[in-house]
């Protein structure tokens, strides 16, 4: 037995392996049935890739790549979160050109979506993360490889309420990303 034994990491993982890891959240079958058809009509109107429905998600912060050994102590912390359920609005079909993305976003941030994700950032500061100084914008991505320029289609109200919120792992590969949820937690 050697003398460092107890820094070693888990049975089974590697030293030094990252996963790319998010908080968001995921919609129950109703939610996801909207989406999927805003989907199509975002699509119609900008192309490029659409998002499949069974990925269909709105982060709420992305951490980035994070060593496995601290997705315990993520685990841990994101399940000593309280806050309360909320119902967000989401109204307008956008594509932004800096990314080619098109997506479903709301102009409001309800006050409990805003505590939630700050409560997410501190953290993702307190695992040794940078704090996140843009602007949260809550939204939906709904292609990618879009063609911006067109005028946006109609207003949309989708209405969705959130209940718990996931921390997922993204493997990305040719055929689009793979998310596997790592851990759920209730929104109360
Ligand atoms: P997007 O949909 O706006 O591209 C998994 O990749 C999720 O994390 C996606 O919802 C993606 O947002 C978001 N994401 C990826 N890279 C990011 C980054 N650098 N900053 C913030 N969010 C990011």
């Not at 980035?64 to 909320?86: E, N, Y």
């Amino acid at each position: 037995v050697r003398a460092d034994d107890d820094a070693a990491p888990p049975q089974g993982v590697a030293p030094g392996e990252t996963a790319r890891l998010f908080f968001a959240l995921w919609p129950d079958p109703v939610t996801r049935a909207a989406l999927e058809a805003t989907t199509r009509r975002a699509h119609a109107a900008y192309g490029g890739k659409p998002t499949r429905g069974d990925t269909l998600h709105l982060t709420l912060r992305f951490l980035g790549d994070v060593a496995l050994a601290c997705i315990p102590t993520l685990c841990a912390s994101a399940a000593g979160i309280r806050a309360p359920a909320f119902t967000l609005v989401l109204d307008h079909i956008d594509c932004w050109h800096h990314n080619r993305i098109a997506c479903l976003g709301g102009r409001e941030t309800p006050g409990a979506l805003g505590a939630l994700v700050a409560a997410l950032d501190d953290l993702a500061v307190e695992a040794g993360l940078p704090r996140e100084t843009r602007p949260y914008r809550p939204h939906v991505t709904l292609a990618r490889g879009a063609t911006c320029g067109q005028e946006n289609p109609a207003p949309e109200k989708l209405l969705w309420t959130a209940r718990d919120f996931v921390l997922v792992r993204s493997s990305l590969r040719t055929a689009g990303a793979r998310y596997q949820q790592l851990g759920r937690w209730p929104l109360l």
